[in-house]
């Protein structure tokens, strides 16, 4: 087990706008997040039985990162925005990275193997 110091947004999402529009926000603002200072990864998920549903967890290397990513926000990201608070639901928390494990080293390839034949769509990266 890794101790780390990250922080990580986790943020529970619930679409109640168009699906598409959302999408295509959610790549315009993962897009410019990843080129911000201190952004670590972002993974997106959603729901197999409930499509409306999706979380959101992005990890930077501290609060005060995504603090200033937030802060330099141009009028067109702050649009972006602003048509995500219409379109969903949201419940975003900040959590310290406390742990990380991973399968040991030469562990089998089936769960490697088994994520790799699951197309995931672009998140514009």
Excluded: C
């Amino acid at each position: 087990m890794t101790t780390t110091m990250t922080t990580t947004m986790i943020n529970p999402i619930r679409v109640v706008g168009d699906p598409v529009r959302f999408r295509q926000i959610i790549d315009l603002i993962s897009e410019y997040m990843s080129t911000q200072p201190g952004f670590v990864q972002l993974r997106f998920y959603q729901s197999h039985q409930n499509t409306d549903r999706y979380y959101m967890i992005a990890e930077w290397a501290d609060m005060d990162a995504h603090h200033r990513a937030a802060e330099r926000r141009s009028p067109e990201v702050l649009g972006w925005f602003a048509e995500l608070k219409e379109l969903t639901e949201v419940a975003p928390d900040f959590f310290a990275t406390l742990a990380r494990r991973g399968a040991p080293q030469g562990a089998p390839a089936q769960a490697a193997a088994a994520s790799a034949a699951v197309a995931v769509p672009s998140l514009g990266g």
